[in-house]
């Protein structure tokens, strides 16, 4: 199980290129990125920045550039070229978004509270593995549509 790296998940394509590039190579891990494609141009003003202001290939770009410091693989190699690291236990939402919205209402609200409260005394990275919010089936309850 190759696991989406939330800083690029929040960074591409709303980040620049430059802070994009500096989370790369600063960060000394593995890093897998996939995502919604509709954040490359259907989402408000991503159209415009991912096309228009041409976002992406400037990215592309840099990612040539930066060949000698990042390295970029396919999923399938990384797998074999890598020894597994252990049993995963995976959440039953796809991002932690998901896990706030799908809480009642009154429990969203609890729920932000502390997240600022986390957020205030520079704890929140320390509690972001512990703190998930719903599970998908009361994401499912509360928007049935």
């Excluded at 929040?10 to 954040?39: H, Q, W």
């Excluded at 796809?94 to 609200?109: C, I, S």
Aim: aromatic share 12%.
């Amino acid at each position: 199980m190759l696991p989406i790296a939330r800083g690029l998940r929040t960074r591409i394509p709303f980040a620049s290129v430059a802070d994009v590039m500096r989370y790369l190579t600063e960060t000394p891990r593995v890093l897998v990125y996939g995502d919604d494609a509709e954040k490359f141009g259907l989402w408000p003003t991503t159209h415009a920045q991912v096309w228009g202001d041409r976002w992406l290939e400037r990215f592309f770009e840099a990612l040539e550039a930066g060949a000698d410091t990042i390295e970029t693989v396919l999923p399938g190699r990384l797998l074999a070229d890598e020894p597994n690291a252990g049993l995963v236990y995976l959440p039953t939402l796809a991002y932690p978004e998901l896990g706030e919205w799908a809480l009642p209402t009154e429990a969203t609200r609890a729920y932000r509270r502390l997240a600022g409260r986390l957020r205030e005394t520079g704890l929140e990275a320390a509690a972001a593995r512990f703190l998930r919010g719903g599970i998908w089936q009361g994401f499912l309850a509360k928007y049935p549509e």
